[in-house]
């Protein structure tokens, strides 16, 4: 299968990336790991007339501490998630959903941009990234802004994201000494996520005193399950207590279903999946 | 701007060999490297980018050649099966696939040896789960993937001999 016909250009720097695109609004693609875009373009679902690949960009490249935050470039690929010693220290939820990531070869490609800017309902770092309360920083010719994550995926394969914008990296708050979990249940072919759900969790004098939980391939885009969280805020996580707040995990969600999965048997996926995610990130904490 | 919409130079390091050519863009670096370049083994089975027969090596790390532009490997080096084999002796991977029977109909084998290779320049000593998760992306709808871990093993066991 070939792409319909496109322009290339292998943009050197971030101010060249942000002309082109901002020169052909609408009309242009950032092109990353490409394990997103180009399947599309070949089954011209995706027929961008210019295609700007970042490969080389170094602005879009590290990972870094700042103060309270960690520094994530938008060109990391999954492969250096699973292995950064920074991202296993201050953000392990991270690490652990891209080792969930489609395969090897996919993970050798895929970056945590790609990922965010594609937004696709069903892939496993959009839930890590929101459980990790992640901002992303977006730049273009118009200036720089911020927004979180929660706000910028809007649907699925929609975001924020303005056509004249690059993602440039995603800041991350570090939290060692947070307990952290990645539960998924694979579609068996695709790999990817029925249901995919991560948790975060602080612990205070044995007493739940944050926690984060961030649902993939269950609604139109990945979630925070914002009645759970509630319920468990202050608890000591208690068999009961987790019951209850994993059942409310799909509240006001309009649940996805096709042919794998009813909509019935994806909310009971969830629970369950989101009762092992929280029980495990707990067990993490007490390790 | 200096881009064309037709043919943009590529220089490419192919198992040693450099090549030049004018590609179209939208050229997928599996047609490339069968098509311009005559190296057949590289195989493409789904087009999808699942089933991971196409594998080759690009600058160390397994890819999926059916999912990467040609122009992305501009100024890269790719392995290919072909390139495994040293003056007619087999390479290891090779060697180990053909005595332990890592394949029946052959067609995934470019892409088995070429994760094979990849993972044991990584990790010279992987257990069988490390090998069976180094082959997750690799669709073999013949073996049960049985004697495909078992040749992958043999490989290890002999490297680690410094055979």
């Known amino acids: 299968m070939i792409p319909e016909r496109f322009r290339y250009h292998r943009a050197r720097s971030l101010d060249e990336a942000l002309d082109l695109v901002a020169q052909a609004p609408g009309q242009a693609r950032i092109l990353a790991g490409g394990h997103s875009l180009i399947p599309l373009m070949k089954l011209r679902l995706a027929q961008p007339q210019w295609v700007i690949d970042v490969e080389e960009v170094a602005e879009l490249r590290g990972i870094r501490e700042e103060g309270e935050v960690l520094h994530i470039g938008a060109m990391t690929r999954y492969r250096e998630l699973m292995t950064d010693p920074l991202v296993a220290r201050d953000a392990p939820l991270l690490a652990l959903a891209a080792r969930r990531v489609g395969d090897l070869q996919v993970r050798n490609r895929g970056t945590v941009g790609g990922a965010l800017c594609h937004a696709d309902p069903a892939a496993d770092l959009p839930a890590a990234a929101l459980a990790s309360d992640a901002e992303l920083e977006l730049r273009s010719r118009r200036g720089q802004r911020r927004v979180a994550l929660g706000d910028f995926l809007q649907g699925p394969l929609t975001t924020d994201l303005k056509p004249d914008e690059v993602l440039v990296a995603i800041h991350v708050p570090r939290r060692p000494g947070w307990g952290v979990a990645y539960q998924k249940f694979p579609h068996p072919a695709s790999g990817y996520a029925v249901v995919g759900v991560a948790a975060a969790i602080a612990a205070e004098s044995g007493r739940v005193a944050r926690v984060c939980l961030g649902v993939t391939g269950v609604g139109p885009r990945a979630y925070r399950a914002a009645a759970s969280e509630e319920r468990l805020v202050g608890t000591g996580l208690d068999p009961e207590v987790l019951r209850a707040a994993s059942a409310v995990v799909t509240d006001g969600i309009a649940v996805n279903h096709d042919q794998f999965a009813s909509a019935e048997y994806r909310r009971h996926l969830a629970a369950t999946y989101a009762e092992r995610a929280l029980a495990a990130a707990w067990a993490a904490i007490q390790a | 701007m200096e881009s064309t919409e037709d043919l943009v130079s590529i220089s490419v390091t192919v198992n040693g060999r450099r090549y030049a050519d004018q590609v179209e863009p939208r050229w997928l670096l599996a047609y490339w490297l069968r098509d311009r370049l005559g190296l057949t083994g590289t195989h493409v089975g789904c087009d999808t980018s699942q089933c991971g027969v196409c594998t080759v090596i690009l600058n160390g790390q397994a890819v999926k050649s059916c999912t990467i532009l040609a122009v992305q490997a501009d100024n890269g080096t790719v392995l290919t099966v072909e390139g495994l084999a040293q003056d007619g002796t087999l390479h290891p991977v090779q060697a180990a696939f053909s005595e332990a029977h890592g394949l029946q109909c052959g067609f995934c084998t470019p892409g088995a040896e070429m ?49």
Not at chain 2, 118 to 133: F, Y
Not at chain 2, 148 to 153: G, K, L, R, T
Request: charged letters at 25%; a negative charge; proline letters at 4%.
């Open chain 2, 115 to 163: 994760l094979a290779v990849a993972l044991l320049e990584e990790n010279p000593h992987p257990t069988e789960a490390e090998i069976r998760e180094a082959l997750d992306g690799l669709l073999c709808r013949c073996t049960g993937y049985q004697h495909i871990v078992q040749a992958v093993a043999l490989a290890a066991e002999r490297k680690g001999r410094g055979a």
